[in-house]
């Protein structure tokens, strides 16, 4: 009978048991569940208790108001779980002027967005949706409609969005001044057309890596903004190098344009940008390696406001360019010639000696220059180089650093590979200048190779024949 009593009791524990456990199953992970209920407060407003506490009877509307302005996305959801009362301050239109969306991407879906809309109203002045790839057209449409007042726009990542939403943008988004479509694959030189017909105040446009946009496209943005003045093509294939070609003459608002990987440009390109662009201040050409002396020689002439120039890559400048670039560029504040393996002391002693605002110069894989053109670096710009990057300089020796001791703006050299830059000549130099930094790295030297031997033990190069 006892034995019976037993199994029972062991039966209802287990049954007790596997009912607790079935319900922990059924329970989110913590983390899951508080993302998910910023989400919720996003998208609709929550029941929460009346609070009379003091600061609520005391604080007028308005300075409770002004607090809740200065926090962001995360904070004003937090607080919306308070009390009724700061549930009405932390969703008011007033707070949601500006909106990130990008700790919670893969979260925000079409009803998100919707919602958020509707909340913010013409309040909304700047938002991003950085990488928020579950967003498409139908939201965005519910979005743009009922926030007319946006200036500053982020869809970076989002491939779902196509000429349809830049459609909308452009119908009813007239204020827009900042826009980022860096990798918005789908669009093409219709959103391009759209943008350009309604949003004429548009200063800043990233289409980066959106490979169906042709040169078109790119013309009448510029025709059409005629306050552009930062243009990022960086990886556009589908550009050839006439693309500025036909609007040369309306480029004169342009101060950035990179058009990194853009392998298409040529001279042709670098002439229309000179004589077009000429008030230009930075440009970045890196892997557009067709182009030539011919480019910076159209630099030197035309632009002479430029401040920095990246051309990463470009393996056939050489000195006669940068001779003449130096000569008109004198305002030149950062350059970086990476791989650039034609350029030789002649190119550094012409950066020094012309271009008194120097401070950052990469110079990594230039295996022509030695401790000569470094040492007249270092003594003309004493008090304004940076960054100094010599990765792979195999001419360069403990001297470099000796020169470079005395360069008291000086805060980065990096020194990847000088195999000739011995370690205890960078001990010394991080003895006397403790507060730079000295990034290098040693590859092992490669060993001789052993003569090889046969199994008699002679060495084979030893055998006579």
Same mark, same amino acid.
Not at 129 to 153: I, M, Q, W, Y
Not at 426 to 447: G, S
């Given at each position: 009978m006892e034995t019976a009593e037993r199994r029972s009791a062991a039966a209802a524990a287990n049954s007790r048991r596997a009912k607790r456990l079935a319900q922990q199953a059924h329970k989110t992970h913590p983390v899951i569940q508080a993302k998910q209920n910023q989400m919720y407060l996003i998208t609709s407003r929550s029941q929460v208790q009346v609070d009379n506490s003091l600061i609520n009877r005391v604080l007028? #509307?308005?300075?409770?108001? #002004?607090? =809740?302005? =200065?926090?962001? *996305?995360?904070?004003? &959801?937090?607080?919306?779980?308070? &009390?009724?009362?700061? $549930?009405?301050?932390? /969703?008011?239109?007033? $707070?949601?002027?500006?909106?990130?969306? =990008?700790?919670f991407q893969r979260d925000v879906k079409t009803s998100v967005v919707e919602n958020l809309a509707r909340r913010c109203g013409g309040f909304l002045k700047e938002l991003s949706l950085k990488g928020c790839e579950n967003v498409h057209d139908s939201a965005l449409r519910t979005f743009t409609s009922r926030c007319p007042n946006l200036e500053h726009l982020s869809l970076y990542r989002c491939k779902r969005v196509t000429d349809a939403s830049c459609e909308n943008l452009g119908r009813y988004c007239h204020k827009l001044k900042y826009l980022n479509l860096e990798n918005c694959s789908s669009i093409t030189d219709r959103a391009l057309r759209y943008i350009g017909d309604g949003c004429p105040s548009l200063t800043y446009l990233n289409i980066s890596w959106c490979d169906a946009v042709q040169d078109r496209g790119v013309q009448v943005i510029i025709t059409s903004c005629v306050s552009l003045d930062t243009l990022i093509l960086r990886g556009c294939e589908g550009l050839t190098e006439n693309v500025f070609g036909p609007v040369e003459t309306q480029m004169s608002s342009l101060k950035k344009l990179n058009m990194l990987q853009c392998f298409q440009v040529?001279?042709? *390109?670098?002439? $229309?940008?000179?004589?077009?662009? #000429?008030?230009?201040?930075? /440009?970045?050409?890196?892997? &557009?390696?067709?182009?030539?002396?011919?480019? /910076?020689?159209? /630099?030197?002439? $035309?632009?002479?406001?430029? #401040?920095?120039?990246?051309l990463s890559g470009c393996i056939l400048l050489g000195d006669n360019g940068f001779i003449q670039l130096a000569k008109g560029c004198k305002h030149l504040e950062r350059l970086d010639i990476e791989d650039c393996s034609l350029v030789s002391d002649i190119t550094i002693n012409s950066l020094a000696n012309k271009c008194d605002a120097l401070h950052e110069l990469s110079l990594s894989h230039c295996e022509l220059i030695t401790d000569e053109s470094i040492q007249n670096l270092a003594t003309k710009h004493r008090d304004t180089l940076n960054v100094l990057e010599l990765d792979n300089c195999p001419q360069l020796t403990d001297a470099t650093l000796s020169n470079l001791r005395h360069c008291r703006a000086l805060k980065r050299i990096d020194l990847y590979d000088c195999q000739n830059v011995s370690k205890e000549a960078i001990v010394r130099f991080q003895h006397q200048r403790a507060n730079i930094e000295i990034h290098a790295y040693f590859a092992p030297v490669t060993p001789p190779v052993d003569p090889v031997v046969n199994r008699g033990g002679i060495c084979r190069c030893c055998v006579i024949l």
């Amino acid at each position: 009978m006892e034995t019976a009593e037993r199994r029972s009791a062991a039966a209802a524990a287990n049954s007790r048991r596997a009912k607790r456990l079935a319900q922990q199953a059924h329970k989110t992970h913590p983390v899951i569940q508080a993302k998910q209920n910023q989400m919720y407060l996003i998208t609709s407003r929550s029941q929460v208790q009346v609070d009379n506490s003091l600061i609520n009877r005391v604080l007028p #509307k308005e300075v409770l108001l #002004k607090v =809740f302005s =200065f926090l962001d *996305t995360k904070a004003l &959801c937090r607080s919306a779980q308070v &009390c009724r009362s700061w $549930n009405v301050l932390a /969703l008011d239109g007033s $707070n949601w002027q500006r909106v990130d969306l =990008f700790t919670f991407q893969r979260d925000v879906k079409t009803s998100v967005v919707e919602n958020l809309a509707r909340r913010c109203g013409g309040f909304l002045k700047e938002l991003s949706l950085k990488g928020c790839e579950n967003v498409h057209d139908s939201a965005l449409r519910t979005f743009t409609s009922r926030c007319p007042n946006l200036e500053h726009l982020s869809l970076y990542r989002c491939k779902r969005v196509t000429d349809a939403s830049c459609e909308n943008l452009g119908r009813y988004c007239h204020k827009l001044k900042y826009l980022n479509l860096e990798n918005c694959s789908s669009i093409t030189d219709r959103a391009l057309r759209y943008i350009g017909d309604g949003c004429p105040s548009l200063t800043y446009l990233n289409i980066s890596w959106c490979d169906a946009v042709q040169d078109r496209g790119v013309q009448v943005i510029i025709t059409s903004c005629v306050s552009l003045d930062t243009l990022i093509l960086r990886g556009c294939e589908g550009l050839t190098e006439n693309v500025f070609g036909p609007v040369e003459t309306q480029m004169s608002s342009l101060k950035k344009l990179n058009m990194l990987q853009c392998f298409q440009v040529t001279d042709t *390109t670098v002439r $229309n940008i000179a004589n077009g662009a #000429k008030l230009i201040e930075y /440009l970045c050409l890196s892997n &557009c390696n067709q182009i030539t002396d011919r480019s /910076l020689i159209a /630099l030197g002439v $035309n632009s002479e406001h430029l #401040k920095a120039l990246e051309l990463s890559g470009c393996i056939l400048l050489g000195d006669n360019g940068f001779i003449q670039l130096a000569k008109g560029c004198k305002h030149l504040e950062r350059l970086d010639i990476e791989d650039c393996s034609l350029v030789s002391d002649i190119t550094i002693n012409s950066l020094a000696n012309k271009c008194d605002a120097l401070h950052e110069l990469s110079l990594s894989h230039c295996e022509l220059i030695t401790d000569e053109s470094i040492q007249n670096l270092a003594t003309k710009h004493r008090d304004t180089l940076n960054v100094l990057e010599l990765d792979n300089c195999p001419q360069l020796t403990d001297a470099t650093l000796s020169n470079l001791r005395h360069c008291r703006a000086l805060k980065r050299i990096d020194l990847y590979d000088c195999q000739n830059v011995s370690k205890e000549a960078i001990v010394r130099f991080q003895h006397q200048r403790a507060n730079i930094e000295i990034h290098a790295y040693f590859a092992p030297v490669t060993p001789p190779v052993d003569p090889v031997v046969n199994r008699g033990g002679i060495c084979r190069c030893c055998v006579i024949l």
